[in-house]
């Protein structure tokens, strides 16, 4: 017997709910995360006669996430520009969506790299690095050739390789000297 | 620093390393979840009613697109070249990806809104996603077969399309413009640049093969080929802000347009594995596009 769609969204957010609101605080401060995540799944709760059947649902919610995020993204720029104005006038505004979660300081160095990266391979980094997805997958969710996926994520590692050289005093036994480290 | 290390650092960065410690915060979730549901509930469309209302519009659209059809016939049928009318009702393409359904589409080809100058189609078939200024056939991932199609104004045209591609302004008329596309390095020309009339205008048609060795290498700590990134670039847009090409060996028409002074791309693109559906799906919708100033 069929599942009624109200058990079937149920069932896909009691499996799906961990990693999505995962995703979301992975990029968001927690007040913007949980809006966003309810928002991804009232964007699902939609499209449920679309969404594929495991292993791919998760794949094709982080689809969904990836541009109900950019829509967020954008509103905030809005609002940014609103905050701008607002300041002008004397209106303290409320605090950018920027990085969130208590860190190490070597992490939080790391993670504002990964952050400074092109949005393009800012998501692939992060779907790779923290939601752990393989880069077939990647493909997938992003609409990219597997081949670009891999070139990006080559590119960008490079890109934080130069960006997080150790700094004086940090660097490790194993690390080699800057003058071997690729070109200028 | 080996890539392996900042893979680990990258990782070990991880602001939430394990979702289960997210339960208490979803558990707060699931009580906003179902007050948005349940506004949605009755507001959500059944499937049937979503394909009546998709069977009428395309019914309403295809009548009218008759109507006018036969009543543009009637007043020009003296004159040449015919030029289809824009299909009426053109929705907007969605999001990057997006599947879209059989209708009529408009890209925003000077992204300065509807109001502008757009190139308008009408797709007939299932199978079609949009793109950022335009729309594709059958893509797969993990295929290079799809067909696709983009109508945008350029801005910049990469100098050269690989590594440390730096941008130069498109040039002021669209013969200059093909003549910069002509001598991009690396870009294969198949068909030389040549005066056309198309879609109603004037400007220049030339036909290209993306380079053959663009083929990225093998990923982490691989060897660098000339477009290491495996990346091809040749222009951007106010739509499409970075055009680059993922696959060797793709084949390329460029249709350079003066649509009332603005120099508009009609760019098509296939692979030497398109199937002939495929083809032809791409040369439907090329036969209904219609640009308008």
Redesign the interface.
């Known amino acids: 017997m069929p599942m009624t769609e109200k058990a079937r969204?149920e069932s896909i957010?009691e499996e799906y709910?961990?990693?999505v609101?995962?995703y979301c605080?992975?990029r968001l401060p927690?007040a913007d995360a949980?809006d966003v995540?309810?928002e991804i799944?009232?964007v699902l709760?939609?499209r449920l006669?679309d969404v594929p059947p495991p292993p791919r649902t998760l794949l094709y919610l982080y689809g969904i996430a990836g541009?109900v995020l950019?829509n967020h993204l954008r509103s905030w720029r809005r609002r940014s520009r609103l905050d701008e104005r607002a300041r002008s006038l004397g209106v303290t505004p409320a605090d950018d969506p920027g990085?969130?979660?208590v860190?190490s300081s070597?992490?939080?160095r790391?993670?504002t790299a990964?952050r400074k990266l092109s949005p393009r391979a800012r998501e692939i980094?992060m779907l790779y690095?923290?939601e752990d997805l393989s880069?077939?997958e990647i493909?997938?969710v992003l609409?990219?050739?597997?081949?670009?996926v891999?070139?990006?994520?080559?590119?960008s590692?490079?890109r934080?390789?130069r960006v997080?050289?150790?700094v004086p005093g940090m660097r490790t036994t194993n690390?080699?000297p800057l003058a071997d480290?690729g070109g200028t | 620093m080996m890539h392996e290390q900042i893979d680990r650092m990258v990782r070990r960065a991880n602001p939430v390393s394990d979702p289960k410690t997210l339960e208490d915060t979803a558990s707060v979730l699931i009580v906003d979840m179902d007050r948005r549901i349940e506004m949605q509930t009755d507001d959500r469309p059944t499937v049937a009613g979503r394909n009546n209302w998709r069977g009428a519009l395309i019914g309403l659209a295809a009548a009218t697109v008759i109507l006018l059809g036969g009543l543009v016939y009637y007043l020009n049928r003296q004159a040449t070249p015919e030029v289809a009318e824009p299909a009426p009702n053109a929705a907007d393409l969605p999001g990057f990806r997006m599947e879209i359904d059989p209708g009529a589409y408009y890209t925003d080809a000077d992204g300065a809104g509807p109001s502008t100058v757009r190139g308008t189609f009408v797709i007939e078939d299932d199978g079609w996603a949009s793109l950022e200024a335009g729309a594709m056939y059958h893509y797969r991932s993990d295929a290079e077969t799809y067909v696709a199609l983009i109508v945008s104004r350029i801005d910049d045209v990469a100098s050269p399309g690989c590594d440390d591609t730096e941008w130069v302004a498109a040039a002021d008329t669209v013969e200059e413009v093909a003549g910069q596309f002509a001598t991009l390095p690396g870009l294969a020309i198949r068909q030389a640049v040549a005066p056309i009339v198309a879609f109603g205008y004037e400007g220049y048609y030339m036909a290209a093969r993306v380079p053959s060795d663009i083929e990225p290498d093998s990923g982490i700590g691989g060897s660098h080929p000339p477009c290491g990134d495996g990346y091809f670039q040749v222009w951007r847009g106010p739509v499409w802000q970075d055009r680059l090409y993922q696959a060797p060996n793709q084949m390329l028409e460029f249709w350079f347009l003066d649509v009332d002074g603005t120099p508009i791309l009609v760019e098509a693109s296939s692979f030497r594995t398109s199937s002939e559906q495929d083809l032809a799906a791409l040369q439907s919708v090329l036969d209904t596009l219609v640009i308008t100033p």
Do not use: N
């Not at chain 1, 609409?143 to 670009?148: I, Q």
């Open positions: 969204f957010w709910r961990l990693p609101l995962a605080l992975r927690q949980e995540c309810a799944f009232l709760w939609r006669d541009k950019s990085v969130l979660i860190q070597e992490d939080e790391v993670t990964v980094v690095a923290w880069r077939k493909a997938e609409g990219m050739t597997k081949a670009a891999d070139q990006t994520i080559h590119r590692y490079r934080l390789e997080l050289e150790p690390s080699p480290e």
